[in-house]
């Protein structure tokens, strides 16, 4: 078979750049830390990259969530605090109040400092996170929950829902509570009353001279109420913080993974670089012998 000197020398020019190319790949690879450089390098693996950084970005998704959560979580359960403190302090004015030695001046300064937290009792139902939303109002977090026409009529203009954060593939938690845990509940001398209406009757009556000595029970309602409440509260941080707790797990899990499929092996770059480098050289060195393999040269 006769091989002209124009293919020999073709083949081997197509040899070198064929060698030029795979060292050219390899210097890309150590130079980024990466095995895949498109995705034609590994079709699956590719692929599987791609799911893997879609859950990383959904893992870190929940985390923000989780965060946002917390920081309302954190919001109310101060208010629920602050309320609390708020019905220990009307209830120690109660007990003085309905003692009959006090007398209607006592009675009178009494109700002076009740009806002064009647004010914050309102505050503290009315209070607005960061974003400018109300804690207390349910759905309707643009509307100011409570009001008071000034007379004892205290009205709640939110609603019973709840919002939801989602913080897991699976989990979601509540990040408020609606105003009417204030509301409704059930009054020692019948019926329904709230913590306003409390409040405002107990400052009437020693007002007028009265004892009130139902206000103590509903004051212990209201104030167990709460108590629960602030419990299901920091129930919910704590389930919180073990999602997120989870989720960085599971966000280590797929980077592990993610990084066996991407991330460049140097020790068998740098080797496989060197051989490919040697074989560039002997290329070269082979298409320096074969150019003066010609019948000119040995006819001179």
């Known amino acids: 078979m006769r091989i002209s000197t124009a293919q020999i020398f073709r083949q081997s020019v197509d040899a070198m750049l064929d060698r030029q190319k795979e060292l050219s790949q390899t210097e890309l690879q150590v130079a980024s830390g990466k095995r895949i450089l498109n995705p034609s390098d590994d079709p699956s693996a590719t692929v599987r990259i791609l799911d893997l950084k879609e859950t990383q970005q959904r893992l870190l998704q929940f985390q923000r969530n989780a965060d946002a959560a917390t920081a309302k979580l954190d919001q109310e359960e101060t208010a629920l605090q602050g309320m609390e403190n708020l019905l220990q302090r009307v209830r120690e004015l109660a007990v003085q109040g309905n003692n009959d030695p006090l007398g209607a001046e006592g009675r009178s300064a009494v109700a002076a400092e009740i009806r002064q937290h009647i004010d914050s009792f309102l505050q503290l139902a009315n209070t607005q996170d960061a974003n400018g939303e109300y804690v207390f109002a349910g759905f309707q977090s643009q509307t100011t929950p409570f009001s008071h026409d000034g007379v004892g009529n205290f009205s709640y203009h939110g609603d019973s829902g709840q919002r939801m954060l989602k913080i897991g593939e699976s989990r979601e938690v509540a990040v ?36 009130d000595p139902e206000a103590l029970s509903d004051i212990d309602t209201a104030l167990g109420s709460l108590l629960n409440l602030r419990a299901k509260v920091g129930a919910r941080m704590n389930a919180i913080d073990e999602q997120k707790d989870a989720n960085d797990a599971f966000d280590l899990a797929v980077t592990t993974v993610r990084s066996s499929l991407e991330d460049l092996d140097y020790a068998e770059a740098i080797s496989r670089f060197n051989q490919q480098l040697t074989a560039l050289q002997a290329a070269q060195q082979s298409f320096i012998k074969i150019q003066d393999m010609s019948l000119f040269n040995f006819m001179r």
């Open 176 to 211: 408020g509570d609606p105003g009417n845990i204030f509301m409704d509940f059930a009054a020692a001398g019948g019926g329904t009353t709230n913590v306003g209406e409390v409040l405002y009757r107990l400052a009437t009556n020693l007002e007028a001279g009265n004892a």
